[in-house]
């Protein structure tokens, strides 16, 4: 069982910047794939960014240029700087962990989630 404690959420004015963490319990961080997910209000929860063990990043078209995801695994943390935020940024987000086990079956783990408000 992998345990993700998200932080650094809070209340930011539009075209500000926030750093999330997450720091996660497993043994072998440096084998999971990372993820950040957000959900706002009303909303289904969206993919943000996500980091392969192996260092690959891929972003959400709405965030690409302004959000990078990078992780520390000596720290067993993984982290996502956002930069030039926006009212729509406003969401709760999640940490996500995945680790692919045999045949290829996937497991998820999910942080608790941090809230992100941009507003004036």
């Known amino acids: 069982q992998v345990q993700l404690v998200e932080s650094g959420g809070g209340l930011v004015q539009p075209g500000g910047s926030l750093r999330l963490s997450c720091a996660a319990s497993?043994?072998?961080?440096?084998?999971?794939?990372m993820a950040w997910h957000r959900q706002a209000p009303g909303k289904q929860r969206e993919l943000v960014a996500t980091?392969?063990?192996?260092?690959?990043?891929n972003y959400a078209d709405s965030v690409k240029g302004r959000f990078t995801i990078s992780r520390d695994n000596a720290k067993k943390t993984v982290y996502l700087q956002m930069n030039s935020l926006k009212p729509e940024d406003t969401a709760v987000y999640y940490c996500?962990?995945?680790?692919?086990?045999?045949?290829?079956?996937?497991?998820?783990?999910w942080g608790q989630g941090t809230q992100v408000t941009v507003s004036s």
């Open positions: 980091m392969t063990s192996g260092g690959s990043t």
């Open positions: 996500n962990a995945r680790w692919v086990g045999a045949f290829k079956k996937e497991y998820d783990y």
């Open positions: 497993a043994s072998i961080f440096s084998m999971y794939g």
